[in-house]
């Protein structure tokens, strides 16, 4: 039986599960996720892990922040006047927007607070901050 390796396209089910044992994301119930090891299109702690795989082998694999979605960073949460965000918009918090920089660049924000005049917003990863477990169960490899 082979195992997978760099350049090799690989098909995974997988949970990912937070520090206190909540989940957060599964493929389970979809298609598997395919991704080719090397690409870095996942978190390099998950292609390593698959690195050396076996089809239905499993693994459990934990990232700490640093290597997962970075520390949160407090200089990434700001308050912004109402008025800046479209009327259109209904405020929740936790509603996703997607703004974009002075460069141009599209930017991912969350609402985590919001009142008839300002609108805090959080452009950290959702999962910033946060140590992450997987368990990983490799169902295919690309011919």
Known sequence: MS?????????????????????????EGRDPVAFTIGEGRVLPALEQ???GMAVGEEQTVTVEETEAFGPHREELVQTVERERVPEEVELEK??????????????????IDFDD????????HPLA??????????VGIDD
Do not use: M, W
């Open 94 to 111: 936790g509603t996703r927007l997607t703004a974009t920089d002075a460069e141009g660049n599209k930017v991912a924000l969350t609402v």
């Open 129 to 138: 901050g946060q140590d992450l477990t997987f368990e990983v169960r490799l």
């Open 3 to 27: 195992s997978a390796k760099s350049g090799d396209t690989v098909h995974i089910h997988y949970t990912g599960k937070l520090a206190d044992g909540t989940p957060f994301e599964s493929s």
């Open 117 to 124: 005049q300002t609108v805090t917003l959080d452009a950290n």
């Open 49 to 51: 892990a698959v690195d």
